[in-house]
């Protein structure tokens, strides 16, 4: 009823262990390479994600210049990224602390497309969020005129900031990224802006900051 098995003699099961192991170790590791491609094609730098969702184009490129190694700080060498960040910045206010906190705000509106921003010229020269580059605003042609070899008082040190928190880690960064809007009710003589009303100021702790000169928000749509 059964078929007669075949003798094996002693030295057959190494024979057939070297015979067909070679085969399946070469067929695992083929699958293995597969499996491989397909992760890669499947894993793009598009797909890099941020707090469990796809990062945004602008994202990437500022993590990518954040993880960049930092070229050393010149005037010569300033591009113009950072060109419109200073001129920002400066414009707001001469105080370095200050000034590395507003240019932080702006970062985080260019890296999470606040407005539709995309840039860091764009998101400066967005209508009516930053007053002296406002349409028809006196200082406009003043602060938009600096350049990096410009001789204002404070100019070069305001480059130097901007450069670097355009070139900083986002482990740097000193409030949320969705702390996107500030105001100083020094500036504001009819009050607090109407996006600010019944709203609570973040605590900024790695900075010492005149409340009555700066207010961070988070949040605001």
Known sequence: VFATLPVVKRTEPLLYMLRYGATVYSAIAGLLAVLLLATAMVFQPSELTTLGRPMSNAELTAAQAAEAEAPAFSPNTVNDEVLWLARAIYSETKRPEEQELVAWVIRNRVETEYRGQVTFRGAVLDPFQFSAFNPGSAKRRH???????????????????????????????????????????????????????????????THRIDARRFRFYASIA
Do not use: C
């Open 143 to 205: 602060y938009t005129n600096l350049t990096p070899t410009s001789r204002a008082r404070g100019w070069t040190r305001a480059l130097e900031i901007a450069h670097n928190v355009y070139y900083a880690a986002s482990e740097e960064r000193p409030f949320p990224r969705q702390t996107r809007h500030f105001y100083s009710e020094r500036s504001m003589l009819g009050g607090a802006p109407d996006w600010a009303r019944g709203k609570t100021p973040i605590r900024v702790t």
